[in-house]
């Protein structure tokens, strides 16, 4: 589809700077674009190589506004500029508005207007679908559960009895909402498992990758703020309370009853323990174990850099040693603390 470039500076609230008239076909990156395309500039490196770019137009910072003479688009975040174009030219497919034959639908649920329902999904007792959602292929969706309005819930997943999900979520693949945690109680030698009652409860205008696991609470709920972004392959545990707005990337685990504040980033393969907290406007970066409360915002770390194995060798031995040197380092100290 093709778009006026006056057209796009007035849906991305950009200031036009050239031809309003032109017309761009299609995104593409800086290296790549050609004419017809529109691409955009967030890297200031990139800044010094715009007159190698092909695009016809470029998304750029509005302090370039009166230095730059071309077709252009000026916004303060162009990354923001790109996120609003990429959803003009999504290409993603839609499904069309109707339930297939060999989708399974309790007598009781409730379904929406201009609700899509793929082949094999089976939709159980008391559910409620909103209007135009999506449900894709072989999906599972067990009794009791709400889903709100234009939710796109893609193939294979499975969203267990009593979930709640709100409005405009995105659910990948295979992901599994509302599975019991890991509760069991040791007994003799042996494991009583304990049922989880609770719920899970996802806000609005989340989105959940694929294969990622959310469990439902042991008595509480698990809770996923409105906003919330996470990756693939993740695992939240019951009892997890995620705040608004807050990211974490793939791999990421979450251990039961942790709580995480608002607007924070977790970085990929972080790990958690359970029973902690985590206060708003955290970043914690990629590969960390946080085994402890944070209770100031900031930007926190851990886990030993990449070596060459020969020097990560030495680095392990050091480390196995750091008791004997602190023993050490504090006799020295009381050595010299008697003799002054």
């Not at 989708?103 to 089976?122: C, L």
């Not at 449900?135 to 067990?142: D, K, Q, S």
């Not at 974490?248 to 995480?260: E, F, L, P, Y």
């Amino acid at each position: 589809m093709a778009y006026s470039l006056a057209s796009l500076a007035t849906q991305l609230s950009a200031q036009l700077g050239g031809d309003g008239e032109l017309q761009i076909l299609r995104l593409a990156t800086f290296d790549g674009a050609k004419q017809g395309d529109i691409t955009f500039v967030s890297d200031k490196k990139l800044l010094t190589r715009l007159s190698e770019c092909q695009a016809s137009a470029i998304v750029l910072p509005t302090a370039l506004k009166e230095s730059y003479q071309g077709n252009a688009l000026f916004m303060d975040n162009p990354y923001v500029g790109y996120a609003l174009l990429a959803r003009l030219f999504d290409t993603t497919p839609n499904l069309s508005a109707m339930i297939a034959d060999s989708a399974q639908i309790h007598e009781s649920a409730i379904i929406g207007e201009n609700v899509a329902i793929a082949e094999n999904v089976v939709i159980g007792e008391n559910v409620k679908v909103g209007d135009n959602s999506q449900i894709f292929a072989n999906t599972v969706i067990a009794q009791g559960t709400e889903l709100g309005k234009a939710c796109k819930i893609y193939p294979n997943v499975t969203i267990y009895h009593n979930s709640q999900i709100g409005n405009d979520v995105i659910i990948h693949a295979n992901t599994v909402i509302g599975s019991d945690g890991f509760g069991n109680a040791p007994y003799q030698g042996t494991w009583v498992k304990i049922p989880q009652i609770g719920k899970v409860i996802i806000g609005d205008d989340v989105e959940i990758g694929s294969c990622t696991s959310i469990d439902r609470g042991a008595l509480s709920n698990t809770i996923i703020g409105s906003g919330v972004r996470i990756d693939n392959q993740c695992q939240i545990a019951h009892n997890v309370q995620i705040g608004e707005h807050t990211a974490i990337a793939g791999g990421s685990n979450i251990a039961g009853s942790t709580t995480i504040g608002k607007h924070c980033i977790i970085g990929g393969s972080v790990a958690m323990n359970g029973h902690i907290s985590i206060v708003d406007n955290v970043i914690i970066t990629g590969d960390s174990m946080v085994m402890r409360s944070i209770k100031k915002a900031g930007i926190y770390s851990s886990g030993i850099p990449t070596q060459e194995n020969k020097a990560w060798r030495k680095t392990a031995a050091y480390t196995l040693k750091i008791e004997e040197l602190f023993k050490r380092v504090k006799s020295l100290e009381k050595q010299i603390e008697d003799k002054n």
